[in-house]
């Protein structure tokens, strides 16, 4: 068995900063403009070389943990994406996501309004539905197609992604963060989900206020609180009770309809619109029949249920005890001994291939084909290009995460975290920083906290704090760089028509970014000393009971009923169709 080394150098501050060299590495790539699969498995192959050289780590050990890492990068973590994109991207090749657009850009003529409806509501939508770009993309390109000054669209769409990037993508921020940490996912969702909707009740007026001034904004007041704080609202009880895989999608749809409802009542006393604006080439009118606008939404209802029911422990039970795989990672587990003699715990691979969320959101994807017009050929092509659109973003999360087990079973992370440690009670303030710093570079909430989970937790045990704070602080700070981050401000500047402008994009985000990192920092620290009872109580996966005994008839009665709902849902939809086109 082989010892963990966490001083090398026997210089605490010396060791720490050998350790964090394959950090400052990608950072060092990223700035340079690298691309992220590259600057990933280059830091992967730098982070094996330093755990042999640096810290003594036998070679077999170093590969078998970099081989688990990237294991878990791709299964469950990279599955989730390439569904929830998957999903996506069915929607917009059967033309349906065409409807939703249309639907967006009829509710309300005020460009104030369709700021809070479609750069904030639908825009988080879009995060928890699909992520990795999307939502700034649709939500700014919508914007300038109705009327939007470019700069300004592009803008408040980065901006306003601040809010659900924690739980983008189906969760898969806090679903990364878990794997790294030990931390159940709900403890740190319901962390998150106690600190960013503070944050989400300013954005809607924060953004308002940027577009019209102060006083234009307070004549839209009503409607930024109710956007707001249905958002807040939703986020809120969906992470803490249903877990991190809903909270962008529920709350995006209710902030969506509260407003919407909320209009029919409510109308500002006058339209506001830009004074010099581009042609406008989005029809604002509604096209399309109640019918056709349910059909279009009807994939993202299914995907809806299916990850509720998902959640359910009954019936991921009921899917293990049919589709569950444990692999040993033998020669790794049981021989690495921490610094204080205890058995450094790695867990097998658990190859889940029925409970794992990536397999409800392609279930329910390929549920929704005829719903939408596709035949099941149609799927499977779409299917095959959105693996050739993933390629390169899969390679990145594998090596990021691969990296991480490389760091945490080297013994690296923990010299960081304990001259990270020696700020003593000012790091819950620099956790969110971390963070921030992270998505930056990285572009990717996940990837920070796949870079930085396992060192907030260890620097938070080492100051006595609860580690889901300063993990939970990680994803929260990290929201907050990603309207900064060079790849979201190419992305932003590409759909709006601003390429080689992208300095004038950062210039227009950049003090909003620090603004609101300094807000997350300030909530953190007070969580931590003042208000600690906000702090979820909960157990590491390690620590808790494997005795429970599972649950198999309730799940399969469970999925009796999701089998139940989907029918009824298939069967109104169709009905609803055969009303609406009686000839067809």
């Known amino acids: 068995m082989w010892t963990q080394i966490i001083d090398p150098f026997q210089n605490v501050a010396l060791s720490a900063l050998v350790a964090a060299i394959p950090v400052i590495f990608i950072f060092w790539l990223l700035i340079r403009k690298t691309k992220g699969y590259l600057a990933s498995l280059l830091t ?21 943990s970099a081989i688990h890492g990237t294991l878990y990068g791709l299964f469950p973590i990279g599955w989730v994406i390439i569904g929830a994109v998957f999903l996506f991207n069915v929607s917009v090749k059967s033309g349906q996501f065409e409807i939703i657009k249309n639907f967006m850009a009829s509710i309300t003529p005020d460009r104030r309004l369709q700021a809070l409806l479609i750069a904030f509501s639908f825009g988080a939508f879009l995060e928890g ?6 939502p700034v993309a649709i939500s700014a390109a919508m914007l300038v197609g109705l009327g939007f000054n470019p700069l300004y669209a592009a803008g408040i769409c980065l901006i306003a992604n601040t809010a659900p990037v924690a739980f983008g993508s189906v969760g898969t921020p806090i679903i990364i963060a878990s794997h790294i940490t030990d931390i159940p996912e709900l403890a740190i969702s319901q962390m998150v989900g106690r600190t960013l909707p503070f944050l989400t009740l300013v954005v809607p007026f924060y953004l308002v206020v940027l577009m019209a001034g102060f006083k234009k904004s307070l004549e839209v007041m009503p409607a930024i609180v109710v956007s707001g704080a249905s958002f807040a609202l939703f986020q809120w009880f969906t992470s803490n009770y249903l877990g991190a895989m809903l ?18 009542f409510w109308k500002p006393k006058s339209i506001w619109r830009f004074k010099e604006e581009p042609p406008q ?70 190859f889940n291939y029925l409970s794992a969320p990536g397999s409800a959101l392609l279930i329910a994807t390929l549920l929704s084909l005829p719903l939408i017009g596709l035949s099941f050929s149609k799927g499977i092509q779409i299917y095959w290009e959105t693996l050739k659109q993933l390629a390169f973003p899969m390679v990145t999360i594998g090596s990021v995460v691969g990296f991480a087990y490389v760091a945490n ?19 819950p303030f620099f956790s969110p920083i ?11 909430d996940t990837s920070s906290n796949a870079l930085f989970g396992k060192l907030q937790a260890a620097s938070a045990e080492n100051i006595g704090i609860d580690p889901v704070l300063t993990v939970g602080a990680n994803a929260s700070g990290g929201v907050t760089g990603k309207m900064i981050s060079p790849q979201s401000i190419a992305i932003g500047a590409a759909a709006v028509g601003l390429v080689g402008k992208e300095s004038d994009l950062f210039r227009f985000t950049v003090k909003h970014s620090f603004i609101m990192l300094f807000v997350i920092s300030i909530i953190t620290c007070i969580q931590a000393y003042i208000t600690p009872w906000v702090i979820p109580v909960y157990k590491k996966m390690s620590e808790a009971s494997v005795a429970s005994i599972a649950d198999v008839g309730t799940g399969i009665r469970y999925l009796m009923l999701l089998g139940g709902i989907i029918a009824v849902l298939f069967i109104g939809i169709k009905l609803l169709q055969s009303k609406a086109n009686p000839n067809d």
Not at 247 to 264: H, N, Q, R, W
Not at 326 to 349: M, T
């Open 409 to 427: 079973n080297s013994g690296m992370l923990l010299s960081m975290a304990i001259a990270l440690a020696s700020t003593g009670a000012l790091f």
């Open 281 to 350: 080439t989005i029809e604002d009118k509604l096209l399309y029949t109640p019918a056709q606008v349910f059909r279009a939404w009807s994939p993202f209802v299914i995907m809806t249920i299916f990850i509720i029911f998902w959640g359910l422990q009954p019936v991921k039970d009921a899917l293990n005890s049919f589709g569950l795989i444990k692999i040993p990672i033998k020669g790794l587990e049981e021989q690495i001994l921490k610094a204080d003699g205890g058995v450094l715990a790695i867990k097998p691979f658990e």
């Open 434 to 444: 971390l963070g921030w710093l992270g998505v930056f570079l990285t572009g990717s």
């Open 44 to 64: 992967l192959i730098l982070a094996i070389i330093m755990a042999v050289l640096v810290y003594k780590m036998p070679i077999n050990l170093a590969l078998l």
């Open 247 to 264: 909270p962008d999608v529920i709350a995006g749809i209710a902030s969506i309809f509260s407003l919407m409802i909320f209009l029919k």
């Open 129 to 134: 539905a699909a992520g990795f770009g999307a």
